[in-house]
């Protein structure tokens, strides 16, 4: 029915406005300092209408989380597309990745925050579905290419990524060792390449 598609028009116009306004306050404040008033303020919503579309405070950080993952998974691919070579585009996708978590936005809310507000695994289980998901398809291609030794993708995307994560917490809270993050990063990716790999 028409009335009902406008009404879900209508919720979903909502649900964007709170993510949008909230991830500027989360951005800024941190999920902490950031109260359940301060959301009601800054959007100028109603208490209940956050807590209708979101639950809880949590649930709409949830929600903003993972609009977050879907546009860092999103800016990689386009950082790599243009890219023919699968080496480098595993390395230029690690690199973006790397550059993108240390947005002042992405390191508060994705780096230094969802792992402690959502807890270890619902968090894990969102990157899967976004970063894993990016990293497992190029890990694929290089291996079909024969510049990264065959094994499990799924694996060692996981492991890739938690790597690439924990690198973006160290950059994130000291700045000074970004350049040595980025190296340590190259010379575990080395370790990947086949020896026979040009």
């Given at each position: 029915m028409v009335v009902n598609g406008v009404r879900a028009k209508q919720?979903?116009?909502?649900?964007?406005?709170?993510?949008?306004?909230?991830?500027?306050?989360?951005?800024?404040?941190?999920?902490?300092?950031?109260?359940?008033?301060?959301?009601?303020?800054?959007?100028?919503?109603?208490?209940?209408?956050?807590?209708?579309?979101?639950?809880?405070?949590?649930?709409?950080?949830?929600?903003?989380?993972?609009?977050?993952?879907?546009?860092?998974?999103?800016?990689?691919?386009?950082?790599?597309?243009?890219?023919?070579?699968?080496?480098?585009?595993?390395?230029?996708?690690c690199k973006a990745y790397l550059e993108i978590s240390l947005r002042p936005d992405v390191a508060r809310i994705l780096v230094l925050d969802a792992p402690s507000v959502l807890g270890w695994h619902e968090w894990c289980e969102i990157d899967k579905q976004y970063g894993v998901a990016m990293f497992d398809k190029t890990l694929r291609?290089?291996?079909?290419?024969?510049?990264?030794?065959?094994?499990?993708?799924?694996?060692?995307?996981?492991?890739?990524?938690?790597?690439?994560?924990?690198?973006a917490r160290v950059a994130a809270t000291r700045s000074e060792d970004r350049d040595e993050v980025w190296f340590t990063v190259a010379r575990l990716l080395s370790g990947l390449r086949t020896p026979s790999a040009p």
């Open positions: 919720a979903e116009a909502t649900r964007a406005r709170l993510r949008r306004r909230a991830r500027r306050l989360f951005a800024t404040k941190g999920y902490a300092s950031a109260s359940t008033e301060d959301l009601v303020r800054t959007t100028g919503l109603t208490k209940g209408a956050l807590y209708h579309h979101f639950g809880d405070k949590e649930g709409l950080f949830r929600s903003v989380v993972e609009d977050l993952e879907r546009e860092l998974a999103q800016a990689v691919g386009q950082a790599t597309e243009a890219e023919a070579d699968p080496w480098r585009r595993l390395e230029l996708a291609q290089a291996m079909v290419a024969g510049v990264v030794r065959a094994q499990p993708t799924g694996t060692l995307a996981q492991v890739l990524l938690g790597a690439l994560n924990v690198a």
